[in-house]
């Protein structure tokens, strides 16, 4: 059983930066690929990033946050972290993490592209990005 929380989120200016944080028990996340994804209300939820390999070595970002966003481990807390930079207001949204049921799966486009063959959620911090 995986349980992930996410924290981090608040209200910042444009142009201003935000660390979320997805934190795991029941399982630690070396072995495992963890997803970031988005949502606004209304709208399809958006993949973000993703990370796998227990030294982080395979990473993948969504085209609208190339350049801006960092995606991380920290293996010590158990917690990958996206560091979010230059924000814009299009970033606002509701962040989840998420992973698969097995470990082994690998940072991919196409882990972004289905959000619906994950398994594990955390229940969303949220972003806004306004002045």
């Known amino acids: 059983q995986v349980q992930l929380v996410e924290s981090g989120g608040g209200l910042v200016q444009p142009g201003g930066s935000l660390r979320l944080s997805c934190t795991a028990s029941?399982?630690?996340?070396?072995?495992?690929?963890i997803a970031w994804f988005r949502q606004v209300h209304g709208k399809e939820r958006e993949g973000v990033s993703c990370?796998?390999?227990?030294?982080?070595?395979?990473?993948y970002y969504a085209d609208s946050v190339k350049g801006r966003f960092t995606i991380s481990r920290d293996k010590d807390k158990n917690t990958v972290h996206l560091q979010m930079n230059s924000l814009n207001p299009d970033d606002t949204a509701v962040y989840y993490c998420a992973t698969h049921r097995r470990p082994g799966y690998v940072c991919s486009g196409s882990m972004l592209d289905h959000y619906y063959g994950l398994d594990y959620w955390g229940k969303g911090t949220v972003v806004t990005v306004s002045s």
């Open positions: 029941g399982t630690t996340l070396d072995y495992y690929a």
């Open positions: 990370i796998s390999g227990s030294d982080g070595s395979s990473t």
